[in-house]
């Protein structure tokens, strides 16, 4: 496979100017296959990344091993750096892992919701709810990841917050995280009522339970999604 051909767009280069230059090459890269303009299963270009960004090979491939340690790219001797690409089998051990630490995200969100937690997830089950009366699948699916993202804080577990979000950063590489299926939308409303009437609740054993299923269903969604797109 041959490198990929996109540039660092100029708004990224434009941030450099702004934070330290290990942090800022490492951030710029990530940024750059997250929004998959380095797409999933693509073969990176150091020295033209090096060139766009003006800096030398050594911030460069310090970033590399740093993804790499976050599962977002792969090194291949001799063949170069590879953008995540999961097969069937990887997703599905992704998926068991993001639902077993969901689910203890729910438990402990349940125990330790505040006001203002209540509040700001209340509001993101709110959007879910409008978006799926409207049939706007985008912004249901921006709506359903705030609704995790408030339960992870709300969660208040630094080292699960550190190793979720790393999940979830494989799973946009792999555009996996936003997805729904038309067909699934009314059944995920529920889900996510539910789960969110379990926390609210402070049903941590009811949420958890709750959470591991819609987890499995998301697997399910995901599966299918990666097969209709290899169609």
Not at 88 to 111: P, T
Not at 138 to 143: G, L, Q, T
Not at 146 to 152: I, P, T
Request: glycine letters at 4%; a neutral charge.
């Amino acid at each position: 496979m041959s490198p990929v051909r996109a540039s660092v767009p100029r708004a990224s280069i434009a941030r450099l100017r702004h934070e330290s230059l290990g942090e800022r090459v490492y951030r710029t890269v990530r940024d750059l296959i997250l929004s998959q303009v380095f797409p999933p299963g693509s073969k990176l270009n150091v020295e033209q990344i090096c060139r766009d960004l003006g800096v030398s090979r050594t911030p460069v491939w310090d970033t590399m091993r740093r993804l790499e340690s976050e599962g977002l790219v792969n090194t291949v001797p001799r063949h170069g750096v590879f953008v995540l690409n999961y097969g069937a089998d990887q997703i599905r051990d992704l998926f068991m892992v993001r639902g077993a630490l969901e689910a203890l995200a729910v438990r402990q969100a349940a125990r330790h919701l505040d006001g203002d937690s209540r509040a700001t997830l209340e509001a993101a089950m709110t959007e879910m709810e409008r978006a799926a009366a409207a049939v706007e699948l985008e912004r249901y699916s921006r709506a359903a990841i705030d609704f995790h993202d408030c339960v992870l804080r709300a969660a208040r577990n630094q080292a699960l917050t550190r190793i979720l979000e790393n999940v979830y950063a494989q799973i946009l590489v792999l555009r996996l995280r936003s997805l729904y299926l038309p067909e699934r939308v009314e059944s995920s409303v529920a889900e996510h009522r539910a789960l969110f009437e379990a926390v609210r609740s402070g049903d941590a054993e009811g949420g958890e339970r709750l959470a591991r299923a819609h987890a499995d269903h998301v697997l399910q969604d995901a599966l299918e999604f990666t097969r209709r797109a290899e169609r």
